[in-house]
Structures are given as structure tokens and as C-alpha cells.
């Protein structure tokens, strides 16, 4: 006897048995369990919104909708079914004297679940007020092979909402809206850009050369071309080549790619908004950073204020601002004399804390130190300015304090949520910090940059005075959701493999 397509699926529990039994016999009576197509005239927030009122010719009106089944009770001779689409749900009334006997039978018993089904039919009132459509046909769209998560239970098991994230989607609906509001987010911030007389640009993911940030790349390999080739890091690289190329106004949503831990705040994979403005510094781009976040807040949310975990965020403009320095005497409460050169190693060792460069030099013991007392603390949006030249090898001096980089950094609930300076467009300024970086690299600094000979020749051609700000909208996202794992924000985060027992 041929064996069942289905037949090397894993071990099956009773419900899946039922459920394949329900499949031959939908066959065995002529019913196609996955039909090509139905026409849909209505989702279920159309009828939600619907009069309940006679058609021109007298006769009521009828729609055609689908949906998922998501509950059932039977009575007798009649049944109510509420079924589930993108805009929400609505309840379905089927009638045996209506349908006919086997019609009826047909569906009580061949119809799960989980079931996609399409239905046509009048709308009208129950006795408590709810409205209903009337099935006078119904034709399955979709068999579930498998059970849905329990209703008043949702899908709870965190690694199953991850791996199977079509299940949460469907049984959860918070999960649902917050994946709807990540996309309006994202919607209201390209067009506040599109409307500032930005332009949208799409980069390469494949880079010869890793760059625009100090992080450890996914490599690859292109068999034609016999070459090592990196995942994007960033795209700040080539994104300052278009300004080279005569777009002064220029963004990209893109996706970066980052081999490094995983965590609540952390996805290998994960999205960024770039954008670059001719003719500014970055305070203007911190001035512009900060009316983004402003507007798309209000715009995802209806307000600037936002719940985020035990705290009331504030988005609403002008945020705080302290250097680098302030901070670690504010906040990280050292005095001015614990963070000079001659003491800082004393401070660090004090805190238990070590540098991966062997060769450190005082700029980089003051970011570590930033990096373990302040962060965490700097709760409502703030940002922090006064960079170290070291830790900052693609932005320019700070005109007013060449010690420093003309850079910020804004952090909200303790992670960094964005990221913005002054372009350095020195070439040969640009070429020397390269050659910096690849120096902290041999001292065993894997993030590093390496030098890029390309972008240095770019550069050469001349970079106007340019402003860039990365955002993190997947953490953004976050705090406008009160989500606090970034998992739960990326549809299909990455995980480890499954392997199969």
C-alpha cells in the first residue's frame, strides 16, 4: 500500500491522529482540504462596522468572508464559530436547516480548530446584542493538522513563541500588535525623514572590507569570485560615499549583522536606521535625533510619555545632555581626580574592571569606566557627548574641545539607543585612525576596525561637512512597546539550532 505524503512527519499525538483521519475523509466526500481560492469581500472589522439593513433589492445583504476558527459551541441543530483574521474576529451562526443535514454534519464534525474556513452570508443581531454572520455556505480553506496553543493560555513556552512564531501570532494577540505597532513605528519614521527632503537608499550586505563600526563580523564566502566577503556591520561606509556622490540627504532602515552574544538587549541580526545630512554637525544631528524620536513616539503611541518596565519615559523634547566626563561624576559618583590619567588604572581595578586592549590608552579607560558605572543608571533619554578620540576613529574633533569627538550617544532605561557625529571627511586624518585601529587590533582589540583603502580614496574626492546618526529601532520598538527582551520585538529572532532527536 502507497504510503500517506505525511506519513514521515514526527510521532503523532492522539489529536494529530484524529486530525489526519479528518483529512481522508474530507477527501473521501469530495471536499479539497486546500483549496486554490474564494472570493473575500469582507474582513471580520468590515462586518464590525457594516449596517444591518436590507440591500436595495429588499433582500439582506451578504458578505463573504474567511477566517481562522478559533472557537466553537454547539447546540443541537445550530453552532457558533468566532473566527479570526488580520483586522480581528467575529462570531459565525451555522444552522442545519439552513445549510441542509450532511452540509451541516460536514462541518461539526470534519471541521477543527485552527481551520481555515470561508463563509457567505447575511449579517445580524443575537439576543445579547452580537453581531452575526449567518453561514448559508462555508468552504474549508485550510486544514490544521495540528492543535492550536490552549485559548485562555496562549502559547507560554518562551523558546516555542521564538521557533514557531506563526502559533504566537495566532494565539496571542498582544504579540500581534506589537509586531503591527513595530511596523507603524517604522512607517512614521520614514516618513518624518521622506518629508524633511531625505532620501531612501538601499546599501550592500556583502562587504569586502567590515566596517562603520567596531564589531565582530559573520564571514562568508563568494564562490564565483573566490573571495571572503563580511556581513554588514554598518552601513555608515558606503552611506558617505552617496554624500560624496551628491546625496546630501540620505537614509537607509537596514538590516546589520554582528557575531556576538546574544541577550534581552542583543540579536546577531538586527535593524538600524542610518542617515546622513550634508552641511551639519552632529549637534544638529542630535537636535534631529531627538525630534524623530519625539515625533515617532507620539505618533506610535498617541503621546511622548511611555511605560517601559518600572519606569515612566519621558520622550517629550529637549532631552538631557552631560559629556562623558560629567557623567562618570554625576551618576557613576568618581571625583575628578579618581578619572585622571595617573589614577584611572587604580579606578578600574577598584571596580573590578579590565580593558581588552592590553595597550589602552587613558580615552579608552575612560569609555570602560562610562561603560560599567553610568549606562545602566541613565534611565529617561539622555545623551552623552565628550567622546574619546580613541573610541570614535570615524567622527572628527569637537571644534570647541579638540580632545574630545564631535559625537553623542543617547541612552534611555540603561542601552543605547542611538548613535551620532560630525564625519570625519580628513582623508588623511581618516587614513592615520585607521591605521590606529589596526595597531589596537594586533593588541588584541577583535573589534577593531580594519584599514579600508577604498573608503579613504572616496574621501579623497571630498566628504562635505557631514552629520550621521544611527538609531536602533529594534530597541526603540522596545521601549514603545514595554517589551524588555529584544526577542520579543524581532518576528524571527536568531536562535541556536534545533537538531532533531
Same mark, same amino acid.
Given at each position: ?376 543608571? $541613565?534611565?529617561?533619554? =539622555?545623551? *552623552?557627548?565628550?567622546?574619546? #578620540? ?5 567622527? &572628527?574633533? /569637537? +571644534? ?79 521601549? $514603545?512597546?514595554?517589551? =524588555?527582551? *529584544?526577542?520579543?520585538?524581532? #518576528? ?5 539550532? &534545533?537538531? /532533531? +532527536?
Amino acid at each position: 500500500m502507497a504510503s500517506s505524503p505525511l506519513a514521515h512527519t514526527p510521532a503523532l499525538t492522539n489529536e494529530n491522529e484524529v486530525r489526519r483521519a479528518k483529512l481522508d475523509q474530507l477527501k473521501q466526500c469530495g471536499r479539497d482540504p486546500w483549496p486554490a481560492h474564494r472570493q473575500v469581500t469582507a474582513t471580520c472589522a468590515d462586518l464590525h462596522k457594516a449596517p444591518i439593513e436590507p440591500s436595495e433589492s429588499g433582500a439582506s445583504k451578504q458578505y463573504m468572508v474567511a477566517g481562522r476558527i478559533m472557537a466553537r459551541r454547539e447546540h443541537g441543530k445550530s453552532l457558533f464559530a468566532v473566527i479570526q483574521d488580520r483586522t480581528g474576529s467575529i462570531q459565525v451562526y451555522l444552522k442545519q436547516n439552513t445549510l441542509g443535514e450532511s452540509n451541516f454534519h460536514d462541518f461539526t464534525s470534519l471541521i477543527d480548530i485552527g481551520d481555515i474556513v470561508w463563509f457567505t452570508g447575511p449579517l445580524f443581531l443575537t439576543k445579547t446584542g452580537e453581531k452575526t454572520i449567518e453561514a448559508l455556505e462555508w468552504t474549508l480553506l485550510s486544514k490544521s493538522l495540528h492543535p492550536l496553543p490552549e485559548k485562555h493560555h496562549g502559547l507560554s513556552n518562551v523558546e516555542q513563541r521564538y521557533r514557531q512564531r506563526y502559533l504566537d501570532l495566532i494565539s496571542n494577540p498582544e504579540s500581534h500588535q506589537k509586531f503591527l505597532t513595530r511596523s507603524k513605528s517604522i512607517q512614521h519614521i520614514r516618513n518624518f525623514l521622506l518629508n524633511k527632503d531625505f532620501v531612501e537608499v538601499e546599501t550592500p550586505i556583502l562587504h569586502p572590507i567590515p566596517g562603520g563600526a567596531a564589531a565582530r563580523p559573520f564571514v562568508t564566502h563568494h564562490n564565483a569570485l573566490d573571495s571572503k566577503f563580511f556581513l554588514r556591520i554598518a552601513p555608515e561606509l558606503y552611506l558617505k560615499r552617496l554624500v560624496i556622490g551628491g546625496f546630501e540627504r540620505v537614509f537607509e532602515i537596514n538590516r546589520n549583522f554582528r557575531n556576538e552574544g546574544v541577550s534581552t538587549r542583543h540579536n546577531p541580526e538586527f535593524t538600524m536606521l542610518e542617515f546622513y545630512i550634508a552641511h551639519e554637525n552632529y549637534i544638529s544631528g542630535m537636535r534631529l535625533a531627538e525630534e524623530l524620536i519625539s515625533y515617532a513616539a507620539q505618533q506610535t503611541t498617541g503621546g511622548t510619555d511611555v511605560e517601559f518596565a518600572l519606569h515612566t519615559i519621558s520622550f517629550k523634547a529637549p532631552f538631557a545632555k552631560m559629556t562623558m566626563r560629567e557623567s562618570l561624576i554625576k551618576v557613576g559618583h568618581l571625583t575628578e581626580e579618581q578619572i585622571q590619567e595617573k589614577f584611572i588604572d587604580a579606578t578600574l581595578a577598584q571596580h573590578n574592571i579590565t580593558h581588552a586592549n592590553r595597550n589602552a590608552s587613558h580615552g579608552e579607560k575612560i569609555a570602560a569606566l562610562f561603560e560599567e558605572l553610568v549606562e545602566k543608571k $541613565l534611565i529617561q533619554p =539622555t545623551f *552623552i557627548t565628550g567622546y574619546p #578620540l580613541e573610541t570614535s576613529p570615524l567622527a &572628527k574633533q /569637537d +571644534e570647541n574641545d579638540p580632545s574630545v569627538a564631535a559625537r553623542f550617544e543617547l541612552f534611555v532605561a540603561g542601552m543605547e539607543l542611538a548613535n551620532g557625529y560630525t564625519e570625519l571627511n580628513d582623508p588623511i586624518d581618516q587614513a592615520k585612525r585607521f591605521k590606529q585601529q589596526t595597531a589596537a587590533r594586533d593588541g588584541g582589540d577583535t573589534e577593531a576596525h580594519l584599514y579600508d583603502a577604498e573608503f579613504v580614496h572616496a574621501l579623497e574626492y571630498g566628504l562635505p561637512p557631514t552629520a550621521g546618526v544611527g538609531i536602533g529601532i529594534d530597541r526603540l520598538v522596545m521601549l $514603545l512597546t514595554n517589551t =524588555t527582551s *529584544i526577542k520579543d520585538v524581532i #518576528l524571527f529572532p536568531t536562535l541556536k539550532i &534545533k537538531h /532533531d +532527536e
